[in-house]
């Protein structure tokens, strides 16, 4: 708390010191409780049902001038009762989620460095994965450019685990060591058109022969479409990799993605969609080739069902994905909705033995309400239909039930704001 109260002296000092400084701080706070008997895996025998509250939250300083956009933002996540009463001290503890600043050359470029969310288009390779409590960013310069409906971003990322005076291994689990990439967006009258490359350089490390060690590069290079016209909404995206994986097999992946939704009237929008995630038979890369297809860093619970069963932390490097699905929205009124989702999963690839690629059926069901402008409430409700693929896949053969509620709400209210002179 003593940081929070010298950064926010230190931009109240700043602000009466600048004509046309902006300063704004705005707060966090999110609790969400999860009923989980099936979520992410299988339910296995002779088990009990996770129940749990975790909170998200964050305090969050905007500072902007003529010529800098400055960001902080800290944050604290924890489960309910992971600390003991009188603890003299956090399990997590305060953490910065953000931390940039984004010098602006003129009305078109600008340079952003520091601790940032990378976001691009519907959050498929690049994402803040918001929906995880503590969420993802990346430390990271970003060089953008920015006029009328074309823009771009060229960004740079090198990791290391601290100071040395000698080598460059980076020892950091789940993480990577180099990523270049550049994005660029341009809108027309009915379409949106993104383009995307991404060059991913992931630490090996010999545990028997250090000089072994070594950056392998993969490529991802793609586009995000976006069409409308009228009452009809297409959404569709395009990825191939290429290049090496950690394990210094050839990639040779790709991700085919359409969504078609229509609006029915002022209150309902429904449609469908498929997305295709190439893999391995048999779920393991073969003859120094890998074709699985990786999302990286993208927001992945906001794809192929929310219960999170693929490339949520798992799946990688396996048999891929077909998810057929359904998709309404249904506007209550003014201040609520409900959102519904049915999925039909099966491999893309081959599973080990005779088994069959069908997966299963998901049913996921949202309500989001608005009870105030900074509040929000927004309950779920997610159930599995395995099949006997899925259970070959996940290794468990107990045909128990697979469901997983939850309810979460979420605080956002702005605690300060100024404009000295700007509009």
């Known amino acids: 708390m003593k940081l929070i109260k010298i950064i926010s002296l230190v931009l109240f000092i700043s602000l009466t010191t600048k004509v046309n400084a902006q300063l ?31 909170q998200r939250s964050r305090l969050n300083f905007y500072y902007k001038t003529e010529k800098l956009n400055f960001y902080l933002s ?29 010098l602006l050359f003129d009305s ?9 969310e990378i976001i691009f288009d519907d ?6 994965v918001g929906w995880a409590q503590q969420a993802r960013s990346h430390d990271a310069a970003i060089l953008k450019y920015k006029k009328e409906t074309f823009k771009f971003d060229l960004g740079f990322a090198f990791n290391q685990d601290g100071e040395a005076l000698t080598g460059n291994t980076l ?35 010999d545990v028997d022969n250090a000089e072994n060690n070594e950056i392998r590069y993969s490529q991802t290079l793609g586009t995000h479409l976006i069409y ?7 959404v569709s995206n395009l990825y191939y990799q290429f290049g090496k994986d950690k394990a210094n097999n050839d990639l040779n992946a790709y991700l085919l993605g359409l969504e078609a939704m229509y609006k029915l009237s002022k ?51 396996n048999v891929g994905l077909l998810d057929l699905y359904a998709k309404a929205v249904f506007k209550v009124n003014q201040k609520s909705s409900l959102t519904t989702f049915i999925h039909n999963f ?19 069901l949202v309500y989001s309400y608005n009870f105030d402008k900074d509040i929000n409430i927004k309950a779920g409700y997610s159930q599995l239909f395995a099949s006997d693929g899925m259970e070959a896949l996940k290794n468990n053969f107990d045909s128990n039930t697979n469901n997983w509620g939850w309810i979460m709400v979420t605080i956002k209210p702005i605690l300060f704001t100024s404009n000295n002179g700007t509009k």
């Open 123 to 128: 959050h498929r390779i690049f994402g803040n």
């Open 267 to 317: 209150k309902v929008k429904a449609g469908f969609g498929f997305e295709l995630q190439s893999g391995n038979d048999n779920g393991t890369p073969s003859n120094n080739e890998n074709r699985a297809f990786n999302p990286f860093y993208g927001t992945n619970h906001k794809f192929n069902g929310f219960m999170d069963y693929f490339y949520v932390g798992n799946h990688s490097n």
């Open 108 to 116: 078109n470029f600008s340079l952003k460095f520091g601790r940032q």
């Open 24 to 54: 704004k701080v705005d707060a966090e706070l999110r609790p969400r409780f999860e009923y989980r008997h099936g979520y992410k895996t299988l339910f296995p025998d002779n088990e009990d049902p996770a129940a749990f509250v975790s």
């Open 171 to 205: 020892t950091t689990p789940n993480t990577y060591k180099s990523i270049q990439f550049l994005w660029m967006h341009k809108d027309w009258r009915n379409l949106k058109a993104s383009f995307l490359f991404l060059n991913n350089g992931l630490q090996f490390i």
């Open 228 to 234: 409308g016209k009228g009452n009809l909404g297409l």
């Open 346 to 364: 099966s491999a893309a690839a081959d599973l080990a033995g005779n088994n069959s690629k069908q997966l299963g059926t998901e049913i996921d």
């Open 74 to 102: 800290f944050q604290d996540v924890r489960v309910w009762g992971d600390v003991s009463q009188l603890n003299t001290s956090d399990k997590n503890g305060m953490s910065v989620h953000q931390a940039w600043g984004e």
